[in-house]
């Protein structure tokens, strides 16, 4: 395997990963209320919603970090495309 072939896979790891993060971000934001509770009778509603929001935001880091890598990558394979064949046309 060269160089470019294992970037180009990580590239392609990176953006699965990516993918499938904002896919599962996508579904739990759907189910995402923007209700307001005054009493306690829906306070299990409140819960949810609560719980909804703390794994909507656990997952920034996650989607930030594969955004990066994949944009990283991405550039770095193109780079190295670039490269390889202006060294085949001299």
Not at 1 to 17: Q, R
Not at 35 to 47: G, K, P, V, Y
């Amino acid at each position: 395997m060269t160089l470019i072939e294992i970037v180009g896979g990580l590239f392609g790891l990176f953006a699965v990963c990516l993918v499938v993060l904002l896919i599962y971000r996508s579904t739990l934001t759907m189910h995402e209320d923007d209700q307001l509770f005054l009493d306690d009778a829906n306070s299990h509603m409140q819960e949810e919603q609560t719980q909804l929001l703390s794994k909507v935001n656990r997952l920034t880091l996650p989607v930030r970090v594969f955004s990066i890598g994949s944009g990283v990558f991405l550039l770095t394979f193109l780079a190295m495309l670039i490269y390889q064949k202006l060294n085949e046309v001299q």
